[in-house]
């Protein structure tokens, strides 16, 4: 039997794994580590059923090894096995130090950006843009619902919240992981490769004709997820294959913008 | 020309109607005196137009009558031709204890209570339940999305939020004004009022086999939805007259909860 490797225990904040994990609750430092935080059970183990080799370091609370015990000796295996690089135990109030929530499980980990470039739009036949959505909840749950609902891609147009941001992460439920990430690209650039690889675009706009409930999806397409108070932006719209708008039977004037989107991509859903 | 009516300037919280409007944010209290808070222009606005003989009275901030003059004298109107009570002004520090928000906008109206008696379902074709489902954002979302979609009512199960709560009327964005509410009834009751009336019953349930967008919405009929974790009581399941589950195609293993209602109802929506 192979000798185990190494549990580091940390016990202070002013250490430098601690510093750099606190730092990437920031954009900023994300995009200069390349790195993100995942936060709790379910995430984390999202992450690690389908992101393992992008898992540079996971975090467990002196508590949470107790409470999760039996998940914390599945990630020691990983570990033991070299498929987790490292695992570092801290106190409770270094945990918190480095938390990204208010009350934290105890589980944290820290993995590489892995979101893909534009090219990688060949790949794929169903694809989510969300365009300047500023909340990340609802970026999130716009992540969770294109995962439940069959779409292949997520891409982000500059503007949007980030897809790193702890909140997203945590909104997203682990979806961020089912699918393929394309994030903060130009719009004129996205519009050339949708119509160069032969996607059709649909927009969602309260001025549209078309209901979406009526209309057919074709092949290979596109849904703009646009902006919570402003909508889609001008050039989605005037580029657009088909507009379509949520059908409304009441006197609301509008719906929540994660629920329309959520709407939006079950109308779209692969059948 | 008749002599207009006077509107109050109350500058004290110690005042009796701050008093009471401060204690209309506990439910306590709202049952007690039967009224509950309306915040902001836009729920307001809802309220005068569809709910008029319920407003108590109104109040506006110092700020708030310069900000939204427009809208301050549309509402001296209604009260100088007596179709509004009362209108009471205060200053900023008097509106921030008053209100229900942590950025006020500084318009402000208490109400009537003004749900129904179960046996108000006679006059109803498609109804809501909800049954245990504690976020009050949540209940809001429900209603908005039940009135968007063309509900006649919607019945809260005991243990529900109220729907009186501000949270509640902020998220609904005045949709509770546009439909009818029966509130905390009991399970029991409720199914046999269904029974007596010829409602068909809906519930959703992951474990059903029948995908609800595969099938039809009869006559008449009421849909249940559940608690955010626990999902449907057993009572419901047992009484349904179908059980219906939201197609779930990617690995996501479930749904937010406020998304899963929102995609219920936009799929019993009337047609």
């Given at each position: 039997?192979?000798?185990?490797?190494?549990?580091?225990?940390?016990?202070?904040?002013?250490?430098?794994?601690?510093?750099?994990?606190?730092?990437?609750?920031?954009?900023?430092?994300?995009?200069?580590?390349?790195?993100?935080?995942?936060?709790?059970?379910?995430?984390?183990?999202?992450?690690?059923?389908?992101?393992?080799?992008?898992?540079?370091?996971?975090?467990?609370?002196?508590?949470?090894?107790?409470?999760?015990?039996?998940?914390f000796n599945r990630c020691v295996n990983l570990f033991n096995s070299g498929k987790i690089p490292r695992i570092v135990q801290v106190p409770e109030r270094v945990f918190e130090h480095i938390s990204t929530t208010t009350t934290p499980q105890g589980v944290l980990a820290e993995c590489s950006f892995f979101d893909r470039q534009l090219d990688s739009l060949d790949g794929y036949k169903r694809v989510v843009v969300v365009d300047a959505v500023q909340d990340p909840g609802n970026l999130g749950t716009i992540i969770r619902c294109a995962d439940a609902f069959g779409f292949d891609c997520i891409v982000t147009v500059d503007g949007t919240a980030d897809v790193y941001n702890p909140k997203v992460v945590r909104s997203a439920m682990g979806s961020m992981f089912h699918l393929d990430i394309i994030r903060e690209v130009k719009k004129e650039e996205l519009l050339d490769a949708f119509k160069k690889k032969g996607f059709y675009l649909y927009v969602t706009t309260p001025y549209a004709d078309l209901d979406i409930s009526e209309f057919c999806v074709d092949d290979r397409f596109a849904v703009v997820i646009g902006n919570e108070s402003k909508g889609a932006d001008k050039l989605f719209l005037e580029n657009a294959t088909r507009k379509v708008k949520i059908p409304m039977i009441g006197k609301a004037e509008s719906l929540n913008a994660a629920i329309a989107a959520a709407i939006v991509l079950y109308e779209l859903r692969k059948k």
């Open positions: 039997m192979s000798e185990n490797r190494r549990i580091e225990v940390i016990t202070s904040k002013e250490n430098e794994n601690v510093k750099r994990l606190r730092k990437l609750h920031e954009k900023k430092h994300r995009e200069e580590l390349k790195a993100f935080l995942v936060e709790g059970v379910k995430v984390v183990s999202e992450a690690i059923e389908y992101n393992l080799e992008k898992i540079n370091l996971l975090v467990f609370s002196q508590e949470a090894v107790k409470k999760y015990n039996e998940f």
